[in-house]
């Protein structure tokens, strides 16, 4: 198994302004991933973050507005640049661990902006 | 693509039913299955995984079934109790993807 800490839990930030999300892994990961929650609907893939390249975004996510560091395999940080209103959703970063390939999940951001 | 579709949409129970939740995938070359609870505001919390050879699998009043051929899956809670209360996500991780693809959720309140 593994266990994912990610940090802050939840903040409320002003519109135009940044917040940086870390998670720490107790375990060496290769891949890391971060989702979007906007209230009410289910997770949305933002990127996949390996360590050593450059993270790969989905659809619709851009580097601008979405940065991601991955300096080693147990440690990445996803930063939401220039908030609006609309960035307000829960953050969640995951790793798939172990011979099954199964998920887990770090316990969320909460993020409100105003 | 795979799609993942969870009903019901939303469940309210008496403390003490029996539950089951569906899951339906329309790709049955499937990896594993996951079951997940999410508490409001939270991360998501594994509650049970299923290898695609496998038909079942239990932990404690959960068990989770796996029928690949026809694309479902059901997550059984035997005796709720108020505490169950959550959103419930079922995720499918398609062979050759490490990227799962999540259902919408049920969302259980259990009232005493």
């Known amino acids: 198994s593994a266990v994912i800490s990610q940090k802050p839990s939840r903040d409320i930030c002003q519109r135009g302004t940044s917040l940086t999300i870390q998670c720490q892994v107790d375990?060496?990961?290769?891949?890391m991933f971060w989702y979007r929650q906007q209230p009410g609907q289910s997770l949305t893939l933002i990127a996949t973050a390996n360590q050593g390249s450059e993270a790969t975004y989905e659809s619709g996510f851009v580097i601008d507005k979405f940065p991601i560091s991955r300096p080693n395999l147990t440690f990445s940080t996803l930063t939401v640049s220039n908030m609006s209103p609309e960035d307000s959703s829960i953050y969640l970063c995951?790793?798939?661990?172990?011979?099954?390939?199964?998920?887990?999940f770090g316990q969320g951001t909460r993020l409100t902006v105003v | 693509k795979q799609e993942v579709t969870q009903i019901p949409a939303a469940l309210s129970v008496p403390e003490g039913e029996n539950l089951v939740l569906n899951c339906s995938f329309t790709d049955s070359a499937i990896y594993n299955l996951q079951w997940f609870r999410q508490d409001p505001g939270k991360g998501l919390t594994s509650l049970l995984l299923i290898q695609s050879s496998q038909r079942e699998q239990t932990s404690g009043r959960l068990n989770a079934s796996l029928d690949k051929s026809s694309g479902r899956s059901t997550l059984y809670i035997a005796a709720s109790q108020p505490g169950d209360s959550a959103t419930y996500l079922c995720a499918v991780l398609s062979g050759g993807s490490y990227i799962p693809t999540f259902g919408r959720g049920t969302s259980l309140i259990v009232h005493p």
């Open positions: 995951s790793v798939a661990a172990g011979s099954k390939t199964e998920a887990f």
């Open positions: 375990s060496q990961v290769t891949m």
